[in-house]
């Protein structure tokens, strides 16, 4: 479907059930479950046993699950579920009425933890098979997730080629915080009667707006 190794190949489906019998999981959850997901395969698995990369420091596996739908949105918190039950990195493809996008979470080490807690999740479009813009690229496993992350990322985390990926992510959210204040600040700016409080209003925005800029700039 993306073009990965026949050695990488694992073709087993699992039963959605796996991911919901675990008594915490909510009624809602279960729900989600059962009436968003027809069908799971675990397409492929992407690590130094099955390819010639070098062990990464962070990522030790990359699982691709191929996810069948019955409808064309999924409740991001079974991706979050999913994600808890397998302690490995996860590239999700997504599949509706024979389209496809490509899914992955921004996967950190747990503080104190050998599991991972998932920051984020970045989409694709929906597109067809050969249209996903997902492809191997790197020498090491660490390096492979972080270029999945920034393919199915794409303007989102920015240009700086020369960021990190944490980087990239903190940068991102810096942007989105800074663009919500922002747009408060406008919407209180057009209700202010008072000349004195929206010269404020209008300094304090310009300010932040200096602010998204050298984060943009970054």
């Given at each position: 479907m993306i073009g990965l190794p026949v050695s990488t190949e694992f073709n087993k489906r699992i039963p959605k059930q796996k991911f919901y019998e675990n008594i915490a999981v909510t009624s809602a959850m279960k729900k989600a479950f059962v009436e968003q997901i027809r069908i799971i395969y675990w397409r492929n698995k992407i690590a130094a046993t099955t390819l010639n990369l070098a062990a990464?420091?962070?990522?030790?596996?990359?699982?691709?699950?191929?996810?069948?739908l019955s409808a064309p949105e999924l409740d991001e918190s079974v991706l979050h579920q999913i994600d808890r039950e397998i302690p490995y990195h996860i590239l999700f493809l997504l599949e509706y009425a024979g389209k496809y996008r490509a899914v992955i979470g921004y996967k950190e080490v747990a503080a104190g933890k050998t599991a991972f807690k998932v920051d984020r999740y970045y989409y694709t479009e929906w597109l067809e098979a050969d249209e996903l813009p997902v492809h191997l690229d790197g020498l090491s496993l660490d390096a492979v997730y972080e270029n999945f992350v920034r393919?199915?990322?794409?303007?989102?985390?920015?240009?700086?080629?020369?960021?990190?990926?944490?980087?990239?992510?903190?940068?991102?959210?810096?942007?989105?915080?800074?663009?919500?204040?922002?747009?408060?600040?406008?919407?209180?700016i057009r209700k202010e009667k008072q000349p004195r409080k929206k010269f404020e209003l209008v300094q304090e925005l310009r300010n932040i707006q200096g602010k998204l800029e050298g984060v943009v700039m970054n």
């Open positions: 990464g420091e962070q990522v030790t596996e990359i699982e691709v699950f191929e996810v069948r393919q199915i990322a794409g303007t989102a985390l920015g240009s700086d080629e020369s960021a990190t990926l944490k980087e990239s992510v903190e940068q991102q959210k810096q942007r989105e915080q800074l663009e919500k204040q922002i747009a408060a600040l406008e919407a209180k």
